[in-house]
């Protein structure tokens, strides 16, 4: 009896230790956009009736691993909620890095809830 206590003991701690949250750590991926010139990206997104509603300056990294300033707009369909990010680099090539709809424009004060 005492010997199925300790094993039991045993795995209960191994249990324990094991047991830990984990550490996510952040890391680079690779995914599928969509390229071409400006012109023909944010024409995409007229065609579905986006207009540019938010711009904002910031960097990209190149394949080489070095920052480039780039620009990012939002396009949104105030009427139908769709939206699209869009990424201007400086080489005048422009990426779609995402779409959606149901966009929400939240104030200072109340923030954003993840």
Known sequence: MKKLRTTMMMIL???LY????????NYFAS????????????GTSKEFG????IRGEG??????????PSNYIIGLNQETGTWT????????QACILGRG??????????????
């Open 13 to 15: 701690l191994g249990l």
């Open 101 to 114: 709809s149901k966009l929400e424009i939240r104030n200072k004060k109340n923030g954003i809830a993840l």
């Open 59 to 68: 960097t990209t990294m190149n394949k080489g691993g070095n920052y480039t």
């Open 50 to 53: 986006e207009f540019p509603v």
């Open 18 to 25: 094991s047991c830990h949250p984990v550490n996510a750590k």
């Open 85 to 92: 990010l869009i990424e201007v680099l400086s080489t005048g």
């Open 31 to 42: 995914k599928p956009v969509i390229c071409g010139t400006i012109e023909d990206i944010v």
